[in-house]
């Protein structure tokens, strides 16, 4: 399976972003697929992550209420919409996907594919 993530971006501080993760398989539709970031000169980080079906999603406390992970399996598509955007969500945005275990969403040696990045840079 090949990802490409998209949709990043330059925005001002408060503003949004819809960040967006193409498959190239169906089998897509079986993963669990999360979004990671790295900030310059930090580890990568779990971002949010959502089940196969779509019914259930995790969001690292840095995100949560502020950002909506959703999926498209009719188009092989995953979704992260950010709002409220900060200086410090500035990172490049990966996606990745696998059949990763509930409890496992974040953890990035789970996931057995992985795009290429797509960058956001959030001024203040």
């Known amino acids: 399976v090949q990802l490409q993530a998209f949709g990043g971006g330059f925005v001002q501080a408060g503003g949004c972003l819809r960040l967006s993760c193409a498959a190239s398989e169906r089998t897509f539709s079986s993963a669990v697929t999360g979004w990671f970031r790295q900030a310059p000169g930090r580890e990568r980080e779990f971002v949010a992550a959502?089940?196969?079906?779509?019914?259930?999603?995790e969001y690292a406390d840095s995100v949560k209420g502020r950002s909506t992970i959703s999926r498209d399996n009719a188009k092989n598509t995953v979704y992260l919409l950010m709002n409220s955007l900060k200086p410090e969500d500035t990172a490049v945005y990966y996606c990745?996907?696998?059949?990763?275990?509930?409890?496992?969403?974040?953890?990035?040696?789970?996931?057995?594919?992985w795009g290429q990045g797509t960058q956001v840079t959030v001024s203040s």
């Open positions: 959502i089940s196969r079906s779509g019914d259930h999603t």
């Open positions: 990745a996907a696998g059949p990763v275990g509930v409890l496992l969403w974040r953890l990035q040696r789970e996931y057995d594919y």
